[in-house]
């Protein structure tokens, strides 16, 4: 190559990175570390194409547990953390890893089981009532045991009931170390019980000889909230349109999005930014 055809193409690419640089800065995007009960309902795939289209931003999602997400969060690996485990959201936040943190929505935590249902708990309300029956009946339990805020809400009702569980384990409670999904499948094959949260349950569609054999306990009640990380401790965070997520969520536009994410004509989520107390 002469060196005139050597000047020409130098001038061709440093003209066609100027055009391009406009291009590629336009591009926005946000990494959002959530649960897999947000990701295996469908929310996600509801929600996100309606802010892209509101905002233009792209939204990746890193489903996890709630405690590997935070995890995640403190870490700088993401711009947003949309979580349910409050308590474990308010350490994050007093810590300095979060800022703000505000609620977006509930929904409920069922206990499933097989249909035939050998601890004999269907239709009751009492939850620990049920958890007592489980240990009585040595009834084969399957607990995610992955630090989400599903396991850290089993736990604390485990403790509620009044069971020890380093006393009361044995063969009948399995710990899996997985996702909600896994665990509904792991209980489908053992025949086994399982605490699950309602949206995942309702999208779940390997459901075989499980069914909801109690619901309705206050004590199972299941919290969301969201908290942009921190941009004093990592710089790299993209504080706006991170912001944005969360302005838009919390937003009436945003709330009724998630009210109107349904499953087989039933409502999964329930949208409650403007209760302080949540």
């Known amino acids: 190559m002469t060196?005139?055809?050597?000047?020409?193409?130098?001038?061709?690419?440093?003209?066609?990175?100027?055009?391009?640089?406009?291009a590629f800065a336009q591009q926005r995007s946000i990494t959002v570390a959530s649960t897999t009960s947000t990701m295996d309902s469908g929310l996600f795939e509801h929600l996100l194409p309606l802010f892209k289209a509101r905002t233009g931003v792209d939204v990746r999602v890193l489903s996890?547990?709630?405690?590997?997400?935070?995890?995640?969060?403190?870490?700088?690996d993401a711009d947003v953390v949309f979580v349910h485990a409050r308590e474990a959201e308010e350490k994050f936040v007093a810590e300095g890893f979060g800022l703000r943190r505000r609620p977006v929505m509930y929904n409920d935590f069922v206990l499933i089981g097989?249909?035939?249902?050998?601890?004999g708990v269907a239709g009751g309300k009492d939850i620990a009532a049920a958890l007592n029956a489980l240990v009585g009946k040595q009834a084969p339990f399957v607990s995610r045991g992955d630090r989400s805020g599903t396991h850290q809400a089993e736990l604390a009702l485990w403790r509620a009931a009044g069971v020890d569980l380093t006393a009361a384990r044995g063969a009948w409670y399995r710990e899996i170390g997985q996702g909600m999904g896994a665990a509904l499948?792991?209980?489908?094959?053992?025949?086994?019980?399982?605490l699950a949260d309602r949206g995942t349950w309702l999208s779940f569609r390997n459901k075989g000889d499980l069914a909801i054999l109690v619901e309705g306990d206050r004590r199972m009640f299941n919290q969301y909230g969201v908290m942009l990380v921190n941009p004093a401790r990592h710089a790299h965070v993209r504080q706006a349109d991170?912001?944005?997520?969360?302005?838009?969520?919390?937003?009436?536009?945003?709330?009724?999005?998630?009210?109107a994410y349904k499953v087989g004509g039933q409502q999964l989520f329930f949208p409650n930014a403007t209760d302080p107390g949540a």
């Open 242 to 259: 991170g912001q944005a997520f969360i302005d838009w969520l919390t937003s009436p536009d945003g709330q009724a999005a998630i009210a």
């Open 3 to 22: 060196n005139t055809r050597r000047r020409h193409l130098a001038a061709w690419l440093c003209a066609a990175s100027l055009f391009c640089a406009p």
């Open 185 to 194: 499948n792991t209980a489908g094959a053992m025949g086994a019980y399982v």
């Open 114 to 119: 097989p249909k035939a249902d050998p601890a």
């Open 64 to 76: 996890q547990g709630t405690g590997q997400a935070l995890d995640t969060g403190r870490r700088g």
